[in-house]
């Protein structure tokens, strides 16, 4: 992977609203850019997506993937179409082919309740819900999903757990709950899994737990899984840094959206050693396609954690400092009343909401300016 400067970002827009938000976050980063040239970005749009794989035959051409190796980020907008599928069924899902080839191990999926969005829980604490959720991407029971044994008597997958992965996902999740431990009161760390059951989850409890020994700092549980899922809707204040397992960071990321107000406001990354990904966590949704009502906030919050991540990279702390303006810019806007998204019964539009954050961004003091 090359440094370049600006960092080249490869741009797969995708499917459905995909290209509608990632219009939205070139409007953001351009406001950006005017504001602190440090952190522009040269985009470079490529092809990829279920639309693509249905007029071309292939759904992440070979050129994009190159392309992608050497850009410094890739950025996607939505992928998949629901009539649009491989052979065996299964939906076209390029990000995840993505994730593999470039070991992003560790999905990285912010959930905070932003200020001025209508609450989902009743009770006032959910306010200060602000957790991550880190899932392990390269292995868990998504491992097999191109290698399932069907014979007469029915389909059998894999779930696959090794050292090295478990060991590796827990240190990344210790190490950004301790990152975090300036600006929150719960540095904790909770592996969820399904010990209790399942011999390969408490194989990863073993491998965190080791992990939790060298991050004595830090506090730690382990929680299982069915559990979870209630205290998140019960408590989800108390979580900070949460780690588990693929399938189940899957379906616990999409619940964890859901109490902040759902997956237009759920921005995520998918992290490697040398490589990463950024995306809204929603999907293309072909049916609200070309209407301009898509809420772009995920997006552009996806925008915000690329440009940290490539701050902390190079140790650039002006693209750290966009990163943090652009945050603020989102909650402004909320907070402000200036935007309210279709779902939340407001009548703001896909470039209405990118106008307005961009228009703060140009605005809004530079974060930690006295």
Not at 12 to 21: H, K, R
Not at 225 to 231: E, G, I, P, R
Not at 235 to 241: A, G, I, L, Q, S
Not at 262 to 291: K, N, T
Request: aromatic fraction near 6%; charge should be negative.
């Amino acid at each position: 992977m090359s440094h370049t400067i600006p960092p080249r970002i490869a741009l797969l827009a995708g499917d459905g609203i995909g290209v509608e938000v990632c219009d939205a976050v070139r409007t953001v980063t351009d406001a950006l850019q005017s504001r602190l040239p440090r952190c522009a970005l040269r985009w470079q749009p490529l092809p990829a997506g279920a639309a693509h794989y249905r007029d071309h035959g292939e759904a992440l051409p070979a050129a994009t993937l190159a392309a992608c190796e050497q850009a410094d980020a890739i950025f996607l907008g939505a992928m998949g179409l629901p009539e649009v599928r491989y052979a065996d069924g299964t939906e076209i899902s390029p990000q995840l082919d993505l994730r593999e080839h470039f070991d992003l191990y560790a999905g990285v999926r912010p959930i905070r309740a932003l200020p001025g969005i209508p609450a989902v829980l009743a009770d006032p604490r959910a306010a200060g819900i602000d957790l991550v959720l880190v899932r392990e991407q390269t292995e868990g029971l998504f491992h097999d999903r191109r290698g399932t044994r069907i014979d007469a008597l029915g389909a059998t997958d894999t779930l696959r757990i090794t050292a090295a992965g478990a060991s590796r996902i827990s240190r990344y999740a210790f190490e950004l709950a301790r990152e975090r431990r300036s600006k929150h009161e719960r540095p904790n760390v909770t592996l969820v899994d399904k010990a209790n059951v399942i011999g390969s989850m408490a194989y990863f409890r073993a491998r965190f737990l080791e992990v939790a020994s060298e991050f004595s700092a830090l506090g730690h549980e382990c929680a299982y899984v069915d559990a979870t899922a209630l205290n998140l809707v019960r408590r989800p204040w108390t979580f900070d840094v949460m780690v588990t397992e693929n399938q189940f960071g899957d379906i616990l990321s999409d619940l964890c959206a859901a109490l902040v107000g759902g997956m237009g406001l759920a921005p995520s990354a998918d992290i490697g050693d040398r490589h990463a990904m950024f995306q809204p966590a929603h999907g293309s949704a072909p049916d609200i396609a070309g209407r301009g009502i898509a809420n772009p906030t995920a997006a552009i919050l996806s925008a915000a954690m690329m440009l940290d991540w490539l701050g902390l990279r190079d140790g650039d702390d002006s693209m750290r400092a966009g990163a943090a303006l652009v945050s603020d810019a989102v909650d402004a806007v909320f907070a402000g009343g200036h935007c309210l998204p279709s779902e939340f019964g407001g009548s703001s539009g896909t470039r209405a909401i990118a106008a307005a954050v961009a228009a703060q961004v140009a605005a809004l003091p530079m974060p930690g300016a006295g």
